[in-house]
């Protein structure tokens, strides 16, 4: 018999136990997968509100509208930057919907792996545990290292307090590592507040030009939305680099599987969380990206970006210069004051989202016998604690040693480990898609064919697509092009740091499907069963 066969007969064999529960003197439960409900994740914590706060708040669509959007603009396809973002988030919405068809069959805060690992057999699940895991840690060490940097300047210019970025980033730490700890109702309490006011600010710039009838080229919808500029200058030039970046400042979105064990009716919810972040995100890009056009004016955007975030003769030195200049000009002095804050509210949002994030897959992977039992440990209020240390714990060992060795928080920390986070991600989309083919057509072919055949095949050659577009231009966006190259001009300039960064999902997913092929040949069966449950 298979051996995914025989998990799946397993797995149902051991759900008459779920309703099971083991507490010890230590306020701990122990995660078994042979009790199939033993340290269990609190239920009814979320609803598809919830579940929407922590997703945004991971893409964090104010800090890529100050930090993305402008490089898309200047290095990319000038006005048609808006219709990239468009373009990829239509993209990811098509992805959506194999997505949430297999949330409909799986629910298991491993959401990733788990999909893999039923349509795909064992290794490949676990190794797209490795993958995801890997990458929501690497993005949030990323997101430490620009929070430290812009918090300390931010303070240091406007409150004269001066502390360096490593201090700032630890007091973060230890804040989102509390709050992760408590509950995840509490965290989406914060995350909706910042969320809130993040997307409002945004709205706000976005209808104020819409209003005002545009800069001085007028709205011009077409300079941002046809084709013809989208694809300006085709995927080897400007527009691969502008999709590049839109492919980046997505990331966080396919979050909303994870939390299904933690939602009232997670059939429903994950589904419709997933379709409306997706929606919402691709909007907020799209929208408020085409009135910073229009509001520059849309001829001659690439120039004006360039010249507003100029510092010291170096364009796009200060990218977020470009938002704030036009939320001045068409709103108010104060609502640029506010937003240079609201980044800040964005950056720790983005944090506490993917702590929880990397959390739970670190909780899932214990449940599932891949990683130590203890790790699969929950508090009494049903957060996945000892996952929580875990992270937090690698977050500061990482954070530690490049303040020991000087690296820069930004050039290094934050461009270095972002680049390989959206690589990893878009990696574990594909497979997922190919999951959702692969499963169907084996085990349920009533199914909608558009749902389980056409939209996840069509989602793999876009998200493989992506996947091309960001290494060949993974010099640019990482820093770490080739000597003497232009990563602007040239792709796949890399530097032999640049390969190995690059590689690096490539070779997690080969080390995780090592160990889950491992842990099979073992007759591990009873454990790993959880990846198809």
């Known amino acids: 018999m298979p051996a995914e066969r025989w998990l799946l007969l397993r797995a149902g064999r051991t759900r008459g136990r779920e309703g ?85 069959r799986v629910t298991n805060t491993g959401a990733f792996f788990a999909y893999v690992g039923r349509g795909l057999g064992v290794a490949p699940g676990v190794g797209s545990a490795f993958v995801s895991l890997f990458a929501y840690m690497v993005i949030q060490l990323a997101v430490f290292g620009f929070f430290g940097a812009v918090m300390a300047r931010q303070m240091d210019t406007e409150l004269g307090i001066d502390l360096a970025w490593w201090a700032w980033a630890l007091i973060a730490w230890a804040l989102v590592l509390a709050l992760s700890a408590l509950s995840v109702d509490i965290g989406a309490k914060v995350l909706g507040l910042l969320m809130v006011l993040e997307v409002l600010s945004l709205a706000l710039v976005a209808v104020a030009v819409l209003l005002d009838g545009g800069g001085p080229d007028g709205m011009s919808p077409a300079s941002s939305f046809s084709p013809g500029n989208i694809f300006a200058g085709g995927f080897t030039g400007s527009a691969g680099i502008a999709l590049a970046f839109a492919f980046a400042s997505y990331i966080g979105f396919e979050a909303t599987a994870i939390y299904g064990e933690e939602t009232r009716d997670p059939k429903r919810s994950v589904p419709r969380a997933t379709y409306i972040a997706v929606s919402l995100i691709a909007l907020l890009f799209a929208f408020t990206s085409w009135a910073v056009v229009s509001g520059l004016g849309s001829d001659t955007v690439a120039d004006r970006v360039a010249e507003i975030s100029t510092v010291d003769g170096t364009p796009l030195a200060d990218p977020a210069a470009v938002l704030f200049a036009v939320a001045k000009e068409y709103v108010g002095g104060w609502l640029a004051t506010l937003m240079s804050w609201l980044v800040l509210s964005s950056l720790f949002a983005g944090l506490l989202a993917f702590q929880n994030s990397a959390a739970r897959y670190v909780f899932s992977m214990a449940r599932a016998g891949v990683l130590p039992a203890a790790l699969g440990r929950v508090n009494g209020r049903g957060a996945p604690v000892l996952g929580t240390a875990a992270v937090a714990v690698v977050s500061l060992v990482v954070i530690v040693l490049f303040r020991v060795t000087g690296r820069d928080p930004v050039v290094h920390l934050f461009t270095w480990f972002s680049a390989v986070a959206v690589l990893g991600i878009v990696l574990v989309e594909i497979l997922v898609s190919a999951a959702v083919i692969v499963y169907f057509r084996r085990e349920d072919r009533s199914e909608r064919v558009w749902s389980t055949l056409v939209a996840p095949a069509v989602a793999i050659v876009g998200l493989a697509l992506g996947m091309y577009l960001l290494m060949s231009r993974f010099g640019l966006m990482a820093g770490t092009a080739a000597k003497g190259a232009d990563p602007a001009k040239e792709s796949w300039s890399l530097s032999p740091l640049g390969w190995f960064l690059a590689m690096l999902p490539f070779l997690v997913l080969a080390i995780g499907m090592a160990v889950g092929a491992v842990r099979r040949k073992r007759e591990n069966s009873q454990a790993m069963a959880d990846l198809v449950t």
């Open 20 to 104: 099971m529960t083991g507490q010890g003197g230590s306020g701990l439960r122990q995660a078994d997968p042979a009790d199939g409900g033993a340290g269990r994740l609190a239920r009814n914590r979320l609803g598809v509100t919830g579940i929407v706060f922590f997703v945004v708040a991971a893409a964090a669509p104010l800090v890529g509208m100050t930090g993305a959007v402008p490089i898309a603009i200047v290095l990319g396809d000038g006005a048609g930057a808006p219709g990239a973002y468009l373009a990829v988030g239509l993209v990811l919405l098509i992805f959506s919907v194999g997505y949430s068809a297999m949330s409909h």
